[in-house]
């Protein structure tokens, strides 16, 4: 399997689909790639869990930017002789995968949260706090809501000459579309007579979403998806989010909102975020005194 280049969400789901529909050993050639995208490298770390039975071999990138990129960040050297790399700069979120059986999320989010300290400084700290714990809510609502027996894989990377952290949050659990219409199914019967509830419309992938991200809403009854907050941050701050889940896409990229149904539905959920580091603006709470 040749891979040239990983630019962009779609690039990085291609490889996937290619990866869990592949019936015989794999081999992921990087040797001519161009430019690989670090953060959608959790994309692929799912892919090849689901085929870890069978051998996975990765031949490593002429281009020692990319080489050095996939070493530093932890990928290469778990399918390659390639030794693991050192973040000397400090800007990478390393190839992560945490599952029931490790457990580690919590310590996973302190790490996360230093990485982003010094690098995301156009936020007030009571917004940077609520940012951080609405990130935490993602890492656990994996076990909470998804029950991938996979766990999640997240990876990122922070580009200081664009002043953007990108980071992606991926599992191969229930989707959102999934659990919110069978919260929604629940709450339809228990409120409204049998016959309302026959006439239930079940929501496609990108309703789901949608009504995931509005504030409150919640599959728990509390709580919210935990994404509300950072949706209305990234679309004041120009930021970007992407969310895949079954036959949902939907995105904010420069300040708008946009979705569609995919012709082909994604077992799981992926949670794709870029942060506008830009420091001409600052960002803060409402009702939040930003001269404190």
Same mark, same amino acid.
């Given at each position: 399997?040749?891979?040239?280049?990983?630019?962009?969400?779609?690039?990085?789901?291609?490889?996937?689909?290619?990866?869990?529909?592949?019936?015989?050993?794999?081999?992921?050639?990087?040797?001519?790639?161009?430019?690989?995208?670090?953060?959608?490298?959790?994309?692929?770390?799912?892919? &090849?869990? =689901?085929?870890?039975? #069978?051998?996975?071999?990765?031949?490593?990138? +002429?281009?020692? *930017?990319?080489? $050095?990129? %996939?070493?530093?960040?932890?990928?290469?050297?778990?399918?390659?002789?390639?030794?693991?790399?050192?973040?000397?700069?400090?800007?990478?979120?390393?190839?992560?995968?945490?599952?029931?059986?490790?457990?580690?999320?919590?310590?996973?989010?302190?790490?996360?949260?230093?990485?982003?300290?010094?690098?995301?400084?156009?936020?007030?700290?009571?917004?940077?706090?609520?940012?951080?714990?609405?990130?935490?809510?993602?890492?656990?609502?994996?076990?909470?809501?998804?029950?991938?027996?996979?766990?999640?894989?997240?990876?990122?990377?922070?580009?200081?000459?664009?002043?953007?952290?990108?980071?992606?949050?991926?599992?191969?659990?229930?989707?959102?579309?999934?659990?919110?219409?069978?919260? &929604?199914? =629940?709450?339809?019967? #228990?409120?409204?007579?049998?016959?309302?509830? +026959?006439?239930? *419309?079940?929501? $496609?992938? %990108?309703?789901?979403?949608?009504?995931?991200?509005?504030?409150?809403?919640?599959?728990?009854?509390?709580?919210?998806?935990?994404?509300?907050?950072?949706?209305?941050?990234?679309?004041?701050?120009?930021?970007?989010?992407?969310?895949?889940?079954?036959?949902?896409?939907?995105?904010?990229?420069?300040?708008?909102?946009?979705?569609?149904?995919?012709?082909?539905?994604?077992?799981?959920?992926?949670?794709?975020?870029?942060?506008?580091?830009?420091?001409?603006?600052?960002?803060?709470?409402?009702?939040?005194?930003?001269?404190?």
């Amino acid at each position: 399997m040749i891979i040239n280049k990983i630019n962009t969400l779609s690039d990085a789901i291609h490889y996937h689909d290619e990866i869990i529909n592949c019936e015989d050993d794999i081999t992921l050639d990087f040797e001519n790639a161009t430019f690989i995208r670090n953060n959608y490298i959790s994309i692929l770390g799912l892919a &090849l869990e =689901k085929q870890k039975d #069978k051998k996975i071999v990765i031949k490593q990138p +002429k281009n020692i *930017k990319i080489k $050095n990129a %996939l070493k530093n960040i932890g990928f290469l050297s778990l399918y390659s002789n390639c030794n693991s790399g050192i973040d000397l700069k400090n800007t990478m979120i390393q190839f992560t995968n945490i599952t029931e059986e490790n457990d580690d999320y919590y310590r996973f989010y302190e790490y996360f949260v230093n990485q982003l300290n010094g690098k995301v400084n156009n936020l007030s700290s009571e917004l940077s706090n609520k940012i951080m714990q609405k990130i935490y809510e993602q890492f656990s609502n994996v076990f909470r809501h998804s029950e991938s027996k996979f766990g999640f894989f997240c990876s990122g990377q922070f580009y200081p000459k664009k002043e953007e952290f990108y980071f992606t949050i991926v599992d191969g659990g229930v989707t959102i579309k999934t659990n919110v219409n069978k919260y &929604l199914k =629940k709450i339809t019967k #228990k409120n409204k007579n049998f016959l309302d509830f +026959k006439k239930y *419309k079940e929501l $496609n992938g %990108l309703e789901a979403i949608k009504w995931a991200l509005i504030n409150n809403n919640s599959t728990t009854g509390s709580g919210g998806f935990g994404l509300s907050l950072l949706k209305e941050l990234i679309l004041k701050s120009k930021g970007r989010l992407e969310i895949v889940s079954s036959d949902g896409y939907y995105t904010i990229i420069e300040g708008k909102e946009n979705g569609k149904l995919l012709n082909k539905k994604f077992t799981g959920t992926i949670i794709s975020i870029s942060l506008n580091t830009n420091n001409d603006k600052y960002y803060f709470l409402k009702g939040e005194n930003k001269d404190d």
